[in-house]
């Protein structure tokens, strides 16, 4: 009994920890492949989410659905809402600092929930989207240990794809543009789209990780999202793994997730009437750990490791 | 048209509100080049430190305003000496992701100390005056000072910049960090100087929105957005210009409830932002882009 209890946790702690690394490896395409800052994840994560819910839940007077389509046209359709998303976003600040795209992501995020909360026709407002069906929920094959290996398998997928394009000649101007514009452009690189297409595919990933919420975590809402929190705990995922690399990425959703699960076990011992202040708490302790890192490894428990150019033939 | 004027009233209290949180954010972008994201947050702890005080003494609620802008000012020179200062070196955008978690830290440290209900500085309702020589519009005592105080501390900070030595040390910083390094320029008492500056204006900010409406932890982020919005639209980096684009943005917040639904208000002040992104990114008045 206490064997499966622990067991379980560990398949859930798992499953939302690749869920966090998805989203931490669409946020190393923007932020540590070419140095654009996104703190608008939680709204790609929400867009993603919300468009698996619609597609694949069965039809209800309160809010649009019924098209019960299955797990993985929602998850292709969170990936094309994302998708969309981040080209009008990319489309706005590519040629613009990266500061402008900070402060135009906070604007998409608190955007896209203005609108949940407040479109009730499509989203069901703040009452939510209930009973998201996990993959083949009929079967046998519904447990959660199913599930987390699906995740696993979408993380390897996402993985393979960002490291393969981290090597390619693609990656390798984006890497230019993050270390030296000026530079890359007089090479005859055309910045802004470079910057639009990581941006572009990075909010895809980042779609697709919403959508992988919704399955496993059954039900959305605007809060449920924190959506700040939400962004909040993949930065600090991907600095504390490592900017720019992309195992590092995995390394700092799981390590990340560990603590902050971990401070929730510590504050659950408080009493209950002190629970908003525990909450608190453990954002508190996060974003001192954020500031420790930036303070003294800023390059994150896996630096990156660009590859070596191989030496020319001769 | 009474209804207009109305909300002009109200636009230009928000307006106020905006243009003292935008002076700041533009201030720190032109000295040390990042966008400052827990700038609103500083409006939240500055309410807060104000709530303190008048209740600790027992005071009534415009006694908040100094108290908040003194300790503000404290913590944003304490905030940079402990954190900023260290990481200034590096890239601009390490300062950006650090006061991103700082913006966090500050909120969750005023969940802690005060709890997340709302709270007020004064209850009771007060009670508008009815002007009718102009349509019968009301005006409550606190706006008018809301507007009557920002007008002074954007007077003070013109003069500051005009007319004393490191006001136009500043100023020269932010129009050519290079030039004005090598002319001597002492940089680190400029830099706690914009602090200062940022600080209080950002508690005086937070105030203002606490007596207007009520405080609330989270009263700050939600206004950041408006606060950048105002900063870019008047060009960022140029303190004037983020006293105009404050107006702006405040007066058409208010005035876009005639036309779409009061929940969409922040959209707003996004669109106007967004609308300035495509035509317009270096602002009204040419900031640094």
Redesign the interface.
């Known amino acids: 009994m206490e064997l499966t209890g622990i067991a379980s946790y560990l398949v859930s702690f798992l499953t939302f920890a690749g869920i966090y690394a998805v989203l931490a490896l669409g946020l190393n395409m923007q932020w540590g492949f070419t ?1 654009q ?1 996104n ?1 608008g994840v939680a709204g790609f994560f929400a867009v993603g989410a919300y468009t698996s819910a619609i597609l694949t839940t069965p039809s209800s007077p309160d809010y649009l659905g019924g098209f019960g389509m299955p797990f993985l046209v929602g998850l292709a359709g969170a990936i094309i809402a994302s998708t969309l998303l981040g080209l009008v976003v990319g489309l ?2 590519a ?6 795209l ?3 992501s ?2 998409i995020a ?2 896209v929930r ?1 609108f949940v ?2 479109e009730g026709w499509l989203t069901n407002g703040v009452r939510g989207i209930a009973g998201i069906d996990r993959p083949m929920a009929d079967t046998a094959l519904a447990s959660p240990f199913a599930y987390l290996v699906i995740v696993v398998l979408f993380v390897a997928g996402v993985y393979v794809l960002v490291e393969r394009a981290y090597g390619s000649p693609w990656g390798r101007v984006l890497r230019a543009i993050r270390e030296n514009e000026p530079a890359t452009a007089a090479a005859g690189k055309s910045i802004a789209s470079f910057r639009l297409q990581a941006f572009v595919l990075g909010s895809a990933i980042m779609g697709l990780g919403g959508g992988l919420y919704a399955h496993f975590f059954g039900f959305l809402s605007p809060e449920a999202f924190m959506p ?2 939400g962004t ?1 705990l993949v ?2 995922m991907l ?1 504390a793994g490592g900017s720019g690399n992309n195992r590092g990425a995995i390394l700092g959703a799981i390590v990340v997730w560990g603590v902050w699960s971990g401070t929730a076990l510590l504050t659950d011992l408080l009493p209950t009437e002190h629970a ?2 525990a ?3 453990r ?2 302790l ?3 750990l ?2 420790v890192i ?2 003294l490894r ?1 390059e994150g428990i896996l630096p990156e490791k660009p590859p070596r150019l191989t030496s020319r033939k001769r | 048209m009474s209804d207009i004027l109305q909300l002009l009233v109200y636009g230009l209290v928000l307006g106020s509100v905006l243009a003292m949180g935008a002076i700041g954010v533009s201030m720190i972008f032109g000295i040390l080049r990042f966008a400052h994201f827990a700038h609103g947050d500083f409006m939240t702890l500055g309410a807060y430190l104000g709530l303190a005080f008048i209740s600790a003494f027992g005071l009534s609620s415009w006694w908040a305003l100094p108290a908040a802008m003194v300790g503000m000012a404290v913590v944003a020179v304490f905030i940079d000496q402990v954190l900023y200062r260290r990481i200034r070196r590096t890239q601009p955008v390490i300062l950006l992701i650090a006061s991103f978690g700082m913006a966090l830290i500050l909120r969750s440290l005023v969940q802690l100390i005060w709890g997340s209900d709302n709270q007020t500085y004064a209850s009771g309702i007060q009670f508008p005056w009815r002007l009718d020589w102009l349509g019968g519009l009301r005006l409550k005592p606190d706006h008018l000072w809301i507007m009557l105080i920002s007008l002074g501390l954007v007077a003070g900070v013109h003069l500051f910049l005009t007319h004393t030595r490191l006001g136009k040390a500043m100023r020269a910083m932010s129009d050519n960090m290079d030039l004005a390094l090598i002319s001597g320029i002492p940089a680190e008492r400029v830099i706690m100087v914009t602090w200062v500056i940022g600080g209080a204006l950002a508690a005086a900010a937070g105030v203002f929105l606490g007596i207007d409406t009520r405080l609330h932890p989270v009263m700050g982020w939600t206004t950041l957005l408006p606060v950048f919005a105002a900063a870019i639209l008047g060009g960022i980096g140029r303190p004037y210009g983020a006293i105009a684009g404050g107006m702006i943005i405040g007066v058409s917040m208010e005035m876009s409830t005639l036309l779409i639904p009061a929940a969409y208000k922040p959209a707003v002040a996004f669109a106007i932002m967004v609308g300035m992104l495509i035509l317009r990114p270096q602002g009204i008045f040419k900031g640094t882009v």
């Not at chain 1, 040629?95 to 402008?100: F, G, K």
Request: aromatic share 12%; glycine share 8%.
């Open positions: 140095g800052f703190i706005i600040t040629r613009l600092r990266t500061d402008y900070a402060i135009a906070i604007g608190e955007m203005l909360k407040n700040l929190y909040f930065w600090v600095i908003t202040q909450a608190a708490l954002v508190l996060i974003g001192v954020l500031q930036l303070v800023p």
